[in-house]
Each structure stands twice: as C-alpha cells, then as structure tokens.
C-alpha cells in the first residue's frame, strides 16, 4: 500500500501544471506553494544602521524576526542584540511585516541594543588592559634577561675563583630590584597576572644567587659547605611583588624602671 501511495503521488506532481511568478527583480521563478511560510511575493528593505546602509530582500510575509536573522548575516550582530525601528517604533519578533505596512523599498531603522554595546565596550576596555599588562611584563622580561646574563658572568668567574668587587654585586641587585618594582606597579588581572608572579620569582631567585655569590666571593679559600647561605628575606604584597624594605624591628614590651620599693 506505502508503494502504491508514493506512485500515485509522484504520478500527480509531474501530472500538475507548473505555476510562475514574477519576483520584483524581473527573475521568473516556480510559484512556491500556499501553506510554504517563504510563499508570496519578495520585497526589498532599506535598511539604515549608523551610516551604513543595506538593502535587504525578503518573502513579505516574513516577521521582524526573520528579519533580525537575514540581518546578522549581514551585520555581524545577534538578532537578540538587534532593536528594529519602523516608522519610529520598534518592533517585535513575532510582527508580521506586511501588517505593519512594511512594503517594497520601504526603509526600517536598525540599532543595536545599549545593553550590549555597553557589554562589547566593557569587553573590549578589559582586552585593552590585559594587553596592555602583557605588554609591560614582555618588556620587564626583556630587562631581566639582559641583567640574567650577567648574573651568570658574574657566577661563572666566582666559581672560576676570580675576584669580583662589591660594587658588581651592589649594582645587579639594585637593577634587579628596579625591575621588581616596576612589576609591583602593573595591574594585571587572569593570565597577565600570572605571568608577572613568574617573573617576580624570576627576579627573586637571581637577587637569591647574587647574595650567595657575594658571600663566596668574600670567603674565596673556604670550603663551599662552610660558606654562610645569605638570602634575601621577601615580604609579600598582595601582588605578590618582594618588598625592598627590611621588615621595621618590633619594640620590647618590657619597660626597666630603678623604682625601688622600701621595705620595713
């Protein structure tokens, strides 16, 4: 039965007759049928956004939705983030645009909601600082590298049991730290943020090993196992930045009076 019905229904869509219609453009195309929802005529829409213009074509009994939809091919924006204005007022998704008197070459508004523009600023004000971070702790690094390698000089000739004044030492360590300020002052937030913790432990681990070479270096002749590990004592910023401050000594508590108490 399922084969003799798929026959009969072949045999009458070559046996009907094929209607045309005439689109508004001058193209002749086979006339859909009545119950398609794309069925009718097609008209062109004027579309202004901002100063840019688009000229739309769509079914005339599309909605305001199937608008919106045609549109974010065209514009970028989500049908959501879309406000479509006609005749001064903005229209629903479900509005039929033939019964709100929208006809060929008729001219619709077209806005894009505050709400999400004000969402896209903010998103791209966020991308801004985050690159803006990323791009001071790039240059930060790039310092640090340079005074790396003369961190490793400086190792390789205390090792090699060459003398080496205080004054390298002083010097290193106080361009190491003019580093670790700079890093303390830029704001970073996610990713940036955990680039420069890197590289503020970078710098630590460097100031660490120019204390130790500077005391090697004082004592050439002793036996390394003997030598007094000097590091610096980091006090921790929110930021996680090393202080450059020892901490400030605590005063005693006891107060020493020559008060003398007569007894009988």
Not at 229 to 258: C, D, R
Request: one cysteine or more; proline letters at 3%; glycine letters at 6%.
């Amino acid at each position: 039965m399922k084969r003799a019905t798929s026959k009969s229904v072949l045999s009458n869509e070559f046996d009907r007759e094929i209607d045309w219609e005439l689109r508004p453009g001058g193209m002749l195309v086979q006339k859909r049928d009545a119950g398609d929802a794309s069925s009718g005529p097609m008209i062109k829409i004027k579309v202004s956004h901002g100063s840019y213009h688009h000229d739309i074509t769509v079914p005339a009994q599309s909605t305001f939705g199937d608008l919106k939809r045609v549109l974010a091919q065209e514009t970028g924006l989500e049908p959501k983030e879309q406000r479509l204005l006609f005749r001064g007022k903005e229209k629903e998704d479900e509005e039929c645009l033939h019964m709100a008197g929208v006809k060929d070459m008729s001219k619709v508004i077209l806005l894009e909601d505050p709400a999400s523009k004000e969402r896209k600023l903010k998103e791209m004000q966020k991308n801004q600082c985050i690159l803006k971070a990323y791009e001071a702790v790039a240059k930060v690094k790039a310092e640090v590298d340079k005074l790396s390698e003369k961190v490793i000089a400086l190792e390789a000739n205390v090792h090699g049991g060459i003398k080496v004044t205080n004054k390298e030492f002083v010097v290193l360590t106080e361009l190491l730290m003019l580093q670790l300020l700079k890093l303390d002052s830029i704001e970073a937030d996610g990713e940036a943020k955990v680039q420069r913790r890197i590289e503020v432990r970078r710098v630590q681990s460097f100031v660490d090993t120019l204390d130790n070479l500077k005391a090697r270096n004082s004592n050439p002749f002793s036996n390394s196992k003997n030598v007094v590990s000097v590091t610096t004592k980091w006090e921790m910023f929110e930021s996680g930045v090393g202080s450059l401050h020892a901490p400030t000594a605590l005063q005693s508590s006891t107060k020493i009076t020559q008060d003398w108490e007569v007894f009988d």
